[in-house]
């Protein structure tokens, strides 16, 4: 008598299943993040990595034999990672199936200062977080026979239901979705590199290159991780009084107590080196101190925000009547 083959467990067994564990590592995340904020604001991008590891701790070893393939989400959801023969894997090949899974998550959250990271280095992670992570979600979503994705794919191994037993019915994923995916890689590859490549000649050219300069300035400070410089503009139909701003963030990984004191730096710094800064009507400086594990983040913010002429009594010493042009003349 022929065993009948184990069904592959339902797509919303899944997403439910998933669901629960993020909130179940979204906790540890926070208790992480409280017990230890005062050092984690300080790792920049490497707190990710420490995410990274949390996560993959749990994963690999729930869904491994360890953990008889099930984590909290699966068990509540009856499912279970099994291989080809019915039988739950290796701590090994979980460990390896969970970082296939996860890289493209952690990747695309990478903050990398861009004044010392070259132009390609965006683009090609998200080419690999994309193309990897949406490769997943597709054969998950559309491969309705074995509803393998590249993780599950890379060790042989499925999501079955717990409630039965027995080998897996393997079949072969269909050429179309292989053609479709294919296509959708070659796409996103042009998409991405073209669209990195206009930015970066834009930012070359007339206000975005002083921008470019404003942030690659900051960025070379002491204790500074990352730096955005933008400029807010009022709409045309908007009455209010809005101002045109010189908008300034900084993920400073300083004390608290500092930030004030680091703001008058940063626009001392921008007042004597940006010979646009009078065209502005405001100057915003957010000092951010945060960190993100990619399992959960906590951002803490406090903002700046003066005319030119107010800065300059602030951190220049300059008359009132004294224009921020004069200081490039």
């Not at 592959?8 to 992480?32: H, K, N, P, S, T």
């Not at 009078?278 to 000092?287: A, R």
Request: proline share 4%; with cysteine.
């Amino acid at each position: 008598m022929l065993m009948q083959a184990r069904s592959i467990g339902e797509i919303w067994r899944r997403f439910l299943a998933f669901v629960i564990d993020c909130l179940i590592l979204y906790v540890v995340g926070r208790g992480v993040g409280a017990a230890l904020f005062n050092s984690l604001f300080r790792v920049g991008p490497w707190g990710l990595l420490l995410g990274f590891c949390i996560a993959l701790l749990y994963f690999a070893i729930l869904d491994s034999r360890i953990g008889d393939g099930q984590t909290v989400g699966k068990r509540c959801l009856q499912l279970r990672v099994v291989d080809t023969h019915g039988n739950t894997i290796s701590f090994g090949k979980s460990l390896v199936r969970y970082s296939v899974f996860a890289a493209p998550h952690f990747l695309n959250g990478l903050q990398l200062p861009l004044s010392r990271t070259s132009w390609m280095v965006p683009p090609l992670i998200s080419v690999i977080g994309f193309g990897i992570g949406g490769t997943t979600l597709y054969l998950i979503v559309f491969n309705r026979q074995t509803r393998q994705g590249l993780h599950d794919l890379a060790v042989r191994s499925y999501v079955a239901r717990a409630t039965e037993s027995g080998p897996i019915k393997t079949e072969p994923i269909p050429e179309i979705h292989w053609a479709i995916l294919r296509s959708l890689l070659i796409f996103l590859i042009i998409f991405a590199l073209g669209l990195a490549a206009i930015g970066h000649k834009l930012e070359k050219w007339g206000p975005a290159a002083q921008r470019q300069q404003d942030r690659r300035l900051i960025e070379h400070m002491d204790y500074v991780q990352r730096a955005r410089v933008n400029v807010q503009r009022p709409l045309k139909w908007n009455n209010t009084g809005a101002k045109k701003t010189l908008a300034i963030s900084v993920q400073w990984k300083g004390e608290s107590g500092d930030r004030e004191e680091f703001s008058n730096q940063v626009a001392r710094l921008i007042l004597q080196n940006d010979p646009r800064v009078q065209e502005y009507d405001l100057i915003s400086i957010v000092m951010i101190r945060e960190y993100d594990l990619g399992i959960a983040s906590e951002k803490n913010s406090l903002t700046f925000v003066h005319t030119p002429v107010e800065w300059c009594q602030r951190v220049l010493g300059a008359s009132p009547a004294q224009s921020p042009t004069s200081l490039h003349q």
